[in-house]
């Protein structure tokens, strides 16, 4: 049996979500309540973050040692390219995205969604236990505290990650120019984690959250802004997702 033990708004946890269904593996999702996934987490790897994967008494930790172990344990529908240089550079894109996508994208979006609670709560608590909504309002302003705090989320902050993935963005862009898919000629982990991570800023519908029509300001005018050269995440994700 497969468990993924999961926040649904994470897009690490994404990345597993579509690795697991690209595969057409049956698996079981827990979705845990922020700072509550803790004890969980730790009791299961030592460390506090998500996505976890357990699977025959194995557990694994990290999106790309999830994948690793998810295309040698059902090599069926690989993500990994059979041909050495091709792995190489589809892993130097995953390991891009994994660095210098996927911190930048979450410190701007909540930059600016920790100021609206009533939008990032269910965001929190949807697929959760029955009582998340009831635990997490009253504890929001406190939790907020400590993510702004643990993920170094500040005005300066967030504008430093604005530019790095202007950057990122654009890198990506110049890439996809001439070419469908990142490495090769097909579908492989680097579009996977490279979609998936920069999919909270495009909010395709096959991430499976109940996204809001649009964004509250000012990350809805750096969307806006990125939009045209997002425009291959939407679409990866209608052909791929
Ligand atoms: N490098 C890790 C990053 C995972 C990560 O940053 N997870 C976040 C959610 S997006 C998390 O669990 N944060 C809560 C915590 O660390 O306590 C991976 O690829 O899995």
């Known amino acids: 049996m497969l468990t993924l ?11 597993i979500r579509w690795a697991l269904d690209h595969k057409g593996l049956d698996y079981r999702l827990v979705n845990l309540l922020p700072g509550f996934h803790v004890s969980t987490a730790k009791k299961l790897t030592g460390r506090a973050s998500v996505p976890i994967l357990t699977h025959d008494g194995k557990t694994v930790r990290n999106s790309s040692d999830i994948i690793n172990y998810l295309d040698e344990a059902f090599p069926e529908h690989s993500l990994t390219p059979v041909d050495e240089a091709q792995k190489q550079e589809a892993l130097a894109w995953e390991k891009f995205a994994d660095q210098q996508i ?54 300066a902050a967030a504008r430093e990650s604005q530019q790095q993935l202007e950057q990122a963005i654009d890198k990506v862009h110049v890439h996809l120019q001439d070419r469908t898919y990142f490495v090769g000629d097909g579908f492989t982990r680097a579009d996977l984690a490279v979609a998936s991570l920069l999919a909270p800023l ?4 096959g991430y499976g959250l109940d996204w809001p029509p649009g964004y509250p300001e000012p990350l809805a005018q750096f969307v806006d802004e990125q939009s045209e050269k997002l425009a291959w995440v939407n679409r990866v994700y209608q052909q791929c997702r």
């Open 5 to 15: 033990y999961q926040f649904p708004i994470s897009h690490y946890c994404e990345k």
């Open 102 to 155: 996927g911190a930048h994208v979450r410190r701007v979006c909540y930059y600016t969604l920790l100021d609206h609670p009533a939008l990032v709560v269910p965001f929190f608590t949807g697929g959760g236990p029955w009582y998340g909504p009831l635990v997490i309002r009253p504890l929001f302003p406190a939790l907020r505290r400590k993510m702004r705090q643990l993920m170094n989320i500040n005005a």
């Open 202 to 205: 495009c909010r395709p519908a």
